[in-house]
């Protein structure tokens, strides 16, 4: 499935509200994915999320016609490549590999101590 709509539209929410609103719309972009199964490559998905953070479709659409977020996503795509992220859900911290999929949270803890 392809995901760039929505980072392309997380990147919109960030510059429109700030880092914690975009942080919670790639929670609820995850949630509607990994617990609704949905489509998130889908406009009809993603612009309701948006609308629930105070962001227009309209501002949604014109920026995704634009694609007037393409380049800062394709440098965080490309940094996540380099730092191992081959899939998700991913978490990263600095100066360390990602941690790539689902697991344990106790296999989490592990990893970061090894």
Do not use: C
Request: avoid cysteine.
């Amino acid at each position: 499935m392809n995901s760039r709509f929505a980072l392309e539209t997380a990147e919109l929410v960030r510059l429109k509200i700030g880092d914690g609103a975009a942080g919670g719309f790639y929670h609820s972009v995850s949630r509607a994915f990994f617990t609704e199964h949905a489509d998130i490559s889908k406009h009809d998905v993603i612009v309701p999320i948006a609308q629930r953070f105070g962001i227009s479709a309209s501002d949604v659409e014109t920026a995704w016609r634009e694609r007037r977020f393409s380049p800062a996503v394709d440098q965080f795509l490309g940094e996540a490549h380099k730092a191992g992220v081959t899939g998700v859900p991913a978490m990263g911290w600095p100066h360390r590999r990602a941690i790539v999929g689902m697991m344990p949270a106790a296999e989490i803890v592990r990893r970061l101590r090894d």
